[in-house]
């Protein structure tokens, strides 16, 4: 059973286009989150949502944006791609961790290349 | 913001041996948790131990929780060619968002 989803699963994109990455989830969970993970390396965590609060990460570049229409959906624009920017981009969701020490469920990933 | 870093980076063994991952952190903690991901993958819970627990058990895993050298570790006993992949530990300060390190990387060879 798909809990988190996430399309497309690779996306090919070119130098200074913006693209748009999906994520949505059956969990009916209240916070999501992107994380951009570069080979061999820790997950990054880009930015998160406790249900509609949006909460950047200090060192997050500009060029990444988020949107989290409803519950169910949040989607990942970068707006000018880098060479840079080339990764895997991982969207999770969690129950309210203020709340808990609740787990993480992961989707399986969209791997970006920037040609 | 709080930060597990692995050790070693990479292990390889044969099935049937006992892979032991090890994590250290910085500051305290609420709770640590490790994960594994599968090659090109998300990564997916194993286990969480919170900071009045020093040992948890699921099947084949065994977490262990020092806090005194802010240090744990993750024992696969019995392992097998599917244990195969990378393992992050996740520790959650007072940030809330548990951050990961850069993970160790476990080959299994049948």
């Known amino acids: 059973d798909a809990m988190v989803i996430q399309n497309p699963r690779y996306q090919v994109t070119q130098f200074g286009k913006p693209v748009t990455l999906s994520c949505s989830q059956t969990l009916n969970h209240n916070v999501m989150y992107w994380y951009q993970q570069k080979s061999s390396q820790a997950p990054k965590l880009l930015f998160h949502?406790?249900?509609?609060?949006?909460?950047n990460e200090a060192d997050t570049p500009d060029n990444f944006q988020s949107r989290r229409p409803n519950t169910s959906f949040c989607f990942l624009d970068i707006r000018s791609p880098g060479l840079g920017d080339a990764a895997m981009y991982l969207c999770?969701?969690?129950?309210?961790?203020?709340?808990?020490?609740?787990?993480?469920?992961f989707g399986p990933g969209t791997r970006l290349t920037v040609t | 913001s709080q930060q597990g870093e692995e050790d070693p980076q990479a292990l390889s063994i044969q099935e049937g041996e006992n892979a032991t991952m090890n994590c250290s952190y910085k500051?305290?903690?609420?709770?640590l948790q490790w994960y594994r991901q599968n090659s090109g993958r998300g990564l997916v819970h194993l286990i969480l131990?919170?900071?009045?627990?020093r040992e948890k058990h699921s099947g084949r895993l065994r977490v262990t929780l020092d806090t005194s050298k802010k240090s744990s570790s993750l024992l696969i006993t019995a392992s097998r060619a599917a244990d195969t992949a990378s393992y992050f530990c996740a520790a959650r300060g007072g940030s809330y968002i548990p951050t990961f390190g850069r993970g160790t990387s476990l080959i299994v060879h049948p």
């Open positions: 999770a969701t969690s129950r309210d961790i203020r709340q808990g020490p609740y787990e993480q469920y």
């Open positions: 131990i919170r900071s009045n627990e």
């Open positions: 949502y406790y249900d509609k609060d949006f909460n």
């Open positions: 500051t305290s903690i609420n709770n």
